[in-house]
């Protein structure tokens, strides 16, 4: 149907990955792999916080909702991703990529919201020890956990809402493996000022305030234990802050990489590689990262298979 040189779009396809045919297979078994891994280990951290009362503290409380939205964020794309690559029609509806957007968007600012709320309990707990019970209450983690959810479904909506609006030209092509709404905007034949300004004002705010604060925090963390002359006890800070570290740098490494780095209108092998290091590996990475950095975390599964084996 087509209405003053524009069209009614009902569907988009997904061009995917600048895959070589031959590579195809490969890649496919890579990727599904990469996948079930992302799925079994954040699944291995939440089952364990849920089942160890030792790990019921505000730090581990985080970190199964960060697991949770490593789970999602990642479930989000590479189910239809891993379709895409073994089918011949890589459509997605026009509402279903409007969905795919909207939690891709959610589940992406969530984790950003729950790292600077892990970075803040690390600072209470090292520069503030002995005010960290009654600072970090269950009614405050509670309200900060929530209020990172309440964000970013709004912020989510608003960029969904936004993109509802826009007229689409005859080209349906999506240079992605998802629907990413900066390729989306590119497909757009009505004003798309509103979308962009809103881009540059709420992402710079959901990742450079954030990201801000993420440093003051460590900064103070750092003065901190300076301060201190036993080197156990820096040892102790730098390897519980480590697997935090570890995944602010990972995030925001390529987020910052994709992002803010100007680039064409296709899909370039290095934006390819960007966007599967922050939507497939940093998911992936972050189970093994806080498992193998963590004692704690590392005791309760010894526990769990211990029982298992008993049983």
């Known amino acids: 149907m087509v209405m003053n040189n524009q069209t009614v779009i009902s569907l988009f396809f997904l061009l995917g990955l600048p895959i070589p045919p031959e590579h195809q297979h490969l890649f496919y078994v890579l990727f599904l792999a990469m996948y079930l891994t992302t799925v079994l280990g954040n699944l291995i951290i939440i089952i364990l916080i849920h089942l160890d009362s030792h790990l019921h503290t505000p730090m581990y409380l985080f970190l199964s909702n960060l697991s949770f939205s490593d789970l999602c964020f990642s479930t989000v794309t590479m189910p239809k991703f891993l379709q895409n690559m073994q089918s011949q029609d890589t459509s997605i509806t026009y509402a279903g990529c409007l969905t795919q957007m909207y939690f891709f968007n959610l589940f992406g600012g969530l984790e950003i919201f729950l790292l600077v709320v892990m970075a803040y309990d690390r600072y209470v707990a090292i520069c503030l020890p002995l005010y960290y019970t009654r600072i970090m209450s269950p009614k405050l983690c509670v309200c900060l956990v ?3 959810w309440i964000f970013n479904v709004l912020y989510s909506m608003l ?44 992402g710079g705010l959901l990742v450079v305030i954030p990201f801000l604060l993420i440093v003051v925090s460590y900064v103070q963390i750092v003065f901190s234990i300076l301060k201190v002359s036993s080197t156990r006890v820096i040892h102790k800070v730098f390897s519980t802050c480590g697997s935090h570290l ?6 925001y490494g390529t987020i910052i990489g994709l992002y803010l780095c100007p680039s064409s209108n296709n899909f370039t092998v290095n934006e390819a590689s960007i966007s599967i290091m922050y939507t497939v590996v940093t998911p992936m990475l972050n189970p093994f990262i806080y498992s193998l950095r963590n004692r704690d975390i590392k005791e309760a599964l010894i526990k769990v298979l211990i029982k298992k084996i008993s049983l």
Request: charged residues 15%; glycine residues 0%; proline residues 0%.
């Open 159 to 202: 960029h969904t809402l936004l993109l509802a609006r826009l007229s689409f030209c005859e080209d349906n092509m999506i240079h992605h493996f998802f629907c990413d709404i900066s390729a989306l905007l590119k497909l757009a034949c009505s004003d798309i000022y509103i979308n962009e300004l809103m881009i540059f004002i709420l």
């Open 246 to 251: 570890s995944v602010v740098s990972l995030f």
């Open 146 to 148: 929530l209020m990172s």
